[in-house]
């Protein structure tokens, strides 16, 4: 398995610019979890799915953040309006009814 | 009450000696504690990992010790390697693995 894939790898955007961040999980994982990085803050959880459902959005920012998961090998997070501060590494992680975590290589995500 | 608090922020330790990394916690309903190591420009990645019922895991160079009373766990690394210079980070869990906390992370630089 190629383990956990997103894209893009990086982007690039002005402020108020939709963004849409893509993630591939591990074959077979049945949970999907969404994180940011920054110096700032660390690593923090923003969102986790459970077979496709959304369980816990409780770390999402705010209502200009979403994301989905329309089937067990697909889920995107998206942010309109993007805005400076949302600039971070952000990534993907799938697991199977356990708890290790299987991380993606991240989206590093510059809002200009 | 979510809070894991980890230190140092950085650490240097020359090839062969043992780094050190400790964490603290609040919620006495944690009840997993692992470990992930990550490499600039990659996503975290499960090191090693225990649960309260024992005191102490041992893989290979990499050992964690766990004191349930005093709310704290630590990360040794024996021999420590020019190999092993990554950012750790540690983190706590109550709900299978699903809602990980992150401590702030530890920047280790194994000089040769």
């Known amino acids: 398995d190629a383990g956990v894939i997103q894209s893009p790898r990086h982007e690039v955007t002005e402020m108020g610019q939709e963004v849409t961040l893509r993630c591939k999980p591990i074959?077979?994982?049945?949970?999907l979890f969404w994180y940011r990085q920054t110096m700032m803050r660390g690593l923090e959880l923003l969102i986790y799915?459970?077979?496709?459902?959304?369980?816990?959005d409780s770390g999402m920012p705010e209502d200009r953040f979403s994301a989905k998961m329309p089937n067990a090998s697909f889920s995107t997070l998206k942010i309109q309006p993007s805005e400076p501060r949302d600039s971070a590494v952000y990534f993907c992680?799938?697991?199977?009814?356990?708890?290790?975590?299987?991380f993606g290589s991240g989206t590093q995500l510059s809002v200009l | 009450q979510q809070q894991v608090k980890q230190s140092p922020q950085s650490l240097i330790v020359q090839k062969g000696g043992i780094s050190i990394i400790n964490c603290a916690y609040e919620n006495t309903a944690f009840d997993y504690f692992p470990w992930y190591q990550q490499f600039p420009g990659k996503g975290p990645a499960l090191l090693i990992a225990?649960?309260?019922?024992?005191s102490e895991k041992k893989e290979g160079r990499f050992t964690i010790s766990f004191n349930k009373s005093a709310k704290q766990f630590s990360l040794h690394i024996m021999d420590s390697q020019p190999g092993d210079s990554a950012t750790y980070f540690c983190a706590a869990d109550y709900n299978a693995g699903n809602m990980l906390t992150f401590g702030g992370g530890t920047r280790l630089m194994v000089k040769p």
């Open positions: 225990i649960r309260p019922d024992v």
């Open positions: 074959s077979g994982h049945n949970s």
């Open positions: 799915f459970n077979n496709n459902v959304p369980i816990d």
């Open positions: 992680a799938s697991s199977f009814e356990g708890r290790k975590l299987f």
